[in-house]
């Protein structure tokens, strides 16, 4: 089965420092996703992207981040100040249609904020 | 809103037992619902899904769910518990129609599966 790739798997940085996760969504897919695990607790939604804009976003996903799809296959979610509660699980999504077809999770960035 | 509620944030049982995870939701228009397996450092994969076809979906690994829309449950079992089932559970919600496409999920279960 074809699958979403994130890099890198872990990434540490110190407060107040940009970050950049990165994915590569399944190539045939239309609708690119960002969740959020902390340690323990819900997987939350933060942004979904179609059609090379945002579709919509959570509360979560204040001005400190952004996404972008550079070049057709990658697909990033930017941290531009890291605060210690960003400390989380990140998971990439994609899909290629409507909304009753499955997520395609990759395997996550653990992100730790020192 | 739509929302899922997850009743059990810890379940454990007997291998060979049956599974029940508990799942209801909250949705003021009819809901796709999902079923998602998340192992130890890996990321969320697909259960089985809910959509508005038969109300008994069945999934991979021998789990189903049925869908009752009278106790807006949609809970998930399996007949026979298997030490690999050990794992978290992510019960999730999508609108069919409105509110973007965005998947909300409830707060997991973990399920501890006993020799």
């Known amino acids: 089965e074809p699958e979403v790739t994130q890099t890198p798997s872990h990434q540490v940085t110190q407060m107040g420092q940009e970050v950049i996760l990165r994915c590569v969504p399944i190539?045939?897919?239309?609708?690119f996703y960002w969740y959020r695990q902390i340690l323990g607790q819900k997987v939350e939604f933060l942004v979904s992207?179609?059609?090379?804009?945002?579709?919509?976003k959570s509360e979560i996903f204040d001005d400190q981040f952004s996404v972008e799809r550079p070049d057709g296959s990658n697909f990033t979610l930017k941290i531009r100040s890291t605060k210690l509660e960003d400390s989380a699980m990140y998971f990439c999504?994609?899909?290629?249609?409507?909304?009753?077809?499955?997520?395609?999770f990759g395997s996550g960035t653990q992100l730790s904020v020192l | 809103a739509q929302s899922v509620t997850q009743l059990g944030s810890h379940v454990s049982v007997s291998e060979g037992a049956l599974v029940l995870l508990r799942c209801n939701y909250s949705s003021s228009v009819p809901p796709y619902l999902f079923w998602y397996v998340q192992y130890p450092n890996q990321g969320l994969q697909l259960l089985l899904k809910y959509t508005s076809a038969a109300t008994l979906v069945k999934g991979i690994n021998g789990f189903e769910a049925e869908f009752k829309k009278s106790e807006t449950s949609f809970h998930l079992t399996k007949p026979s518990a298997h030490m690999s089932d050990a794992a978290e559970y992510f019960c999730a919600v999508r609108s069919q129609n409105t509110g973007g496409f965005k998947t909300i999920f409830g707060a997991g279960t973990r399920l501890f599966v006993k020799a």
């Open positions: 992207f179609y059609n090379n804009e945002i579709s919509e």
């Open positions: 999504a994609s899909t290629n249609r409507g909304r009753n077809e499955k997520l395609f």
């Open positions: 190539s045939n897919h239309l609708y």
